[in-house]
Each structure stands twice: as C-alpha cells, then as structure tokens.
C-alpha cells in the first residue's frame, strides 16, 4: 500500500456492530433484498451484516483492493454465504453500473459505505483515485468545468449511483457524511432523480470511525419522483423524527415545515447586512487592557500607540453570548476599502510604527485579496462601520441573538468578520429592528432555513431575506417601525456580492 493511501482511498471500514444496527433498521423498516449490492465493500462488515438479515439475496461487491476483495470473500465463505455472493477488484470510477443494475432482476438495496475523502485532498496529494475529468462535467455542471468546486467523492459517487438507477425501484443505505446526504438529495430532487421517499439517521462517527464530522445513513428509495422531504432521526433507534429537512425553491431547509408555516416572513430586507471588519492580521491588529490597564496584543506585547485608529471590537462570541461591553480594541488603518494608509505615518507616528515592526506578518496574510493593496488594507470596512448604532448577530452561531450596540467613549463600535450588522444613525430605529428581530418568530424563521452542522449558518444572504414589514406586524412592532424609519441612514458602497466573496474566502475553523 502508498503511504497515504488510506487518506486517498477515504479507507474508513465500517465496524461489524454498526452495519449489523443498519441492516436492523432496514429490516424494521421492510426493506426487501433480492440483491444487496456493495459498491465499495472494504472487508465486507456490510456484506456480512446483510448475510443474515437478507437470508436469500445474491451479495455483489467491489473494491479497488484487492486484499480487503480478499477478506471479503473468505468471510462470507466462513459464514455459509459464499455460494451466493460475487466479489471482485473493481475502480467504481471505470465500472459500468448502467450495464451491471439492467441485469440485475427484483428488488435491489444499494448498501455500504462509500470513501470518505474529497476531490481537492486527493488532487493535493497527487492521487489518482478521482472521476476522469469528462465525467466531472456530465455531473458537476459549471462548477466542475470552472475546476472550482470541491467535494466528497462520495458524493459523486451517490449521484452516479442515482442516476444509474434512474426509472427503477431500489433502496439506497449508504453511510455518508450529513453535508453529503443533502447535497444528494437536493440533486435528486432538482434532477429528476427520482427519489420516492428519503430519511436521514444520524451516527455518531466520532465513535464508530474516530472522524469528528456530522455523519448519518441516508436511506432512500428510488424509483418514482416523491416529495422533496426527508426526515431526519437523531439515531438509528430514534422512532421519531426530529426534523424533516426539505426543498424551498433552490435551497434546502433545515425544517420544511416551520419554514412552510412562517413562509410569509420571507422577502426583501429593507436593510443593508453587512460584514465585520476582515484584517487576517489578529495578533497585531485586535488588542486588549490587561490589569494594569496598558494595551496588549496577542502576541504578549505592551502596545502604545495613539488612539486615533482605535476603535472597540466585539467579536461573534461575545454578541452569541450577550458579552456586549467590548473589552477588544481593533486597529482600524483605513476608513474605507483602498484608502491610502500612508497617512497614519505624519498622524500618529506610533501606530505607523507599530504597524510597520510587524509588517512581516502583514505580508503573510494567504487571502490573495490583499495582494497589490495598500500596506496594512482591510476589507469589510465603509462609512458604515462609523455609524454609532449598530444591531448586530455572529455569523457562526446556530441561534441568533441580535445585539443593539451603541458607542463606547463616543466612539463606534466594530465587530470582527464573524459578525454582520445593520448600521443605523437613530438609537430608537436600532432599538426598533432589534426588538423586531429578536421576536420568537424571527428566531424560529432563521433557525428554520440553517443547518446544525453548518459552518457559518448566518450569512448576509439569509439576513438579506428577513422581511423585516412582516416580522414587525407578527410582533406587534409595525407601527413603532413604520415611524422610525425615516431617521435611518442607509449605506451601499460596497455591494453585497463584495462582502459574499470575503466570507467565503475566509477559512472556516468552528
Ligand atoms: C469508507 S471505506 C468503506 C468500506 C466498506 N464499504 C465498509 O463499509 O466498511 C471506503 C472503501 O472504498 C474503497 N475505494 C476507494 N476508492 C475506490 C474506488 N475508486 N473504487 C472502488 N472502491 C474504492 C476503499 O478501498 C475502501 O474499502
């Protein structure tokens, strides 16, 4: 074996007890078996599970390794299922499943576990076990032929597998990341893949395969084109659902039903979301008091320097957890994206010196956003972040909490690119949305559309949807709203699509 190959070759074999617990659930659930076929079979735990619970069916399964191809085999062979079972050296990416599925006759289940591993790590590390490129783009669309996009080759391999089974009735019972699951489903559903019914049981992939990402088996079956639903069940033994993810136009959501009942609450908000400001430079530019009152930079250095380009900061755990008297400073070198910096030199001679001791880091910063910018650029900055009212969110907390910020020591108060914020220049308006967007259904509405496992489940776009009119008339707030409207000021120096491009260049760590 390559060193790596286990990485190349997503080589997570399924423990015995968890595709036995499967294959449990396929039996509660009536699943019927002529013909279990394992797509990629590793050492057969699937196989074998299947065996006993499917006492009749013909087993099929592949591998691209030969040893696990092996393994399997002699397995089955120990159990008494080898007569029935046809094992074999295969690259799902070469194999003709077309040809293999037409003559394959009754009820089909498409079972296992596919690699764990994305397009982007195996190109990284010079591999090979991908799609060819052709492919690619009969399946991928623009993404793939732009070569942007990045995804789990499980995922490619579940789509290759609906499309072959397209027209014909089968059960699909894969293991797969979560992310993986819906991305499938929202193809299907937009594809005509033909997806009857579908569920999600979630594992804990932690435990069964020491992976820390957000895992289930997605259990589904073909056929005929069924509602664009699926539940989701927090375990294999949950009997009941604790969602039901679904379709809304272009987008999944996280609980099609609150959606579908707080729909209305859906539109064009009247306001401008905006980002936080984006420096990449956090050990220079966010500083803090220590006891002795001096300021300190995350490196553990005293910083003295003038307090013109000082400005509070609050940063997305702080509004996610009600911290809002801000104990952070942030350097701000620029009042709007381009500004020339030269001049912080002649205005505060010891900021700029500050800056420039430590301008290796500055040339460090990964973003090519900052190449061919102004010494010390940010992003995410305008007029707009100098307004003094700001109602405010994290962008990385499932729940939201919306936060009315005023200044500090007359000075604004800015958040870091993990927040957005709605500028206003009356305390009353602010005081007014923020109330509106704190209301049960707001919160309820929001948490509706974004996914627990998500990365960042607040984004300018989703806040860009609040039809903040509704949301006043169902908390009772219209008219108060309606009469502080006109004293907001409202900012577009930088359009929205701007800001949509910060937040996805910045690498995500929660
Ligand atoms: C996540 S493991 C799961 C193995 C097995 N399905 C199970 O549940 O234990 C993924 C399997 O895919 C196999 N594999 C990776 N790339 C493959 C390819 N291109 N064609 C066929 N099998 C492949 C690996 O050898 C590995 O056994």
Redesign the pocket.
Known sequence: MKPNAKIE??????PLAL?QGVCSLLLQQGVEADTVL?P????G??LNAAAKVFPKARLLG????RD?VEQTKLALKHSGAGKRASIGV????AHDWETELAVIHGSILVL?????VTNATVSGMNGS?LPTKENFQGLRGIEARTGKSNFDISEWMLIRLVKALRGRSATIAI?CKTGTARKLLRFAWQNDGRIAAASLYRIDAKKHFGASVDACLLLATTGEAGLAEAKVFDRLSAKRASTTLGLAGQDLVFDIRTYRRLKHLEGLCPYQWRSGVKHDCASVMELRRTNGRALENKLGEQVSIEPDYLFPLLKCSDLANGRLEPERFVVVTQRRVGDDTSGIAKAAPRTWRYLQSHSKLFDARKSSIYSSRMPFALFGIGDYSFVPWKVAVSGLHRTPRFALIGPVDEKPVLFDDTCYFVPFQDEHEARVVSEILNSEECKEFLTSLTFTDSKRPITVELLQRLNIRALAEDAGLADEWAASRNRGVHYSEQPVSMQAELVMERPLKH
């Not at 990629?40 to 050492?43: E, Q, R």
């Not at 295969?90 to 990416?93: A, L, T, V, W």
């Open positions: 070759f997503g080589d997570f074999q399924t595709a394992e990629t079979c590793g050492v735990a699937f592949w591998d691209i390794n696990y295969q690259d799902f990416f296992g576990n596919l690699p764990w076990n293991l």
